[in-house]
């Protein structure tokens, strides 16, 4: 039986970032889900198959960064990527603290995203 395709989760708020990452990720052969937010990313089936996950710090609710803390608490250590239109070097250290693999500036280059995650 082969081995299951990489799943990429991406939590963004902004519909056109979620889509645009979304058609990235595809566009390279992996398996991509997006929700609009990381409660709704937290009710997913498959939450715990999934092998990467992008998420932007700035969202209502539960941000990117909260998402990732909360994962970690439960034992959940899904290799994450936080994206932000608005960085500062406050969340980046707590984010990077928080055990993130990378702390992306909005916009940002493909390879810097893939690197994050997965090699393609």
Known sequence: MPDRRVLIAIVDDDE????????????????????SSAEEF???????????????????????????RRLREHGNAIPTILITAYPTEEVRTFALAAGVTKFLTKPFMESELMEGCVSP
């Open 16 to 35: 056109d970032v979620r889509e645009a990452i979304r058609g990235l990720i595809r566009a390279m052969g992996f398996v991509a889900e997006a929700f």
């Open 42 to 68: 937290l009710r997913f089936s498959k939450m715990n198959q999934t092998d990467c996950l992008i998420a932007d710090v700035n969202m209502p609710g539960m941000s990117g960064l909260d998402l990732c």
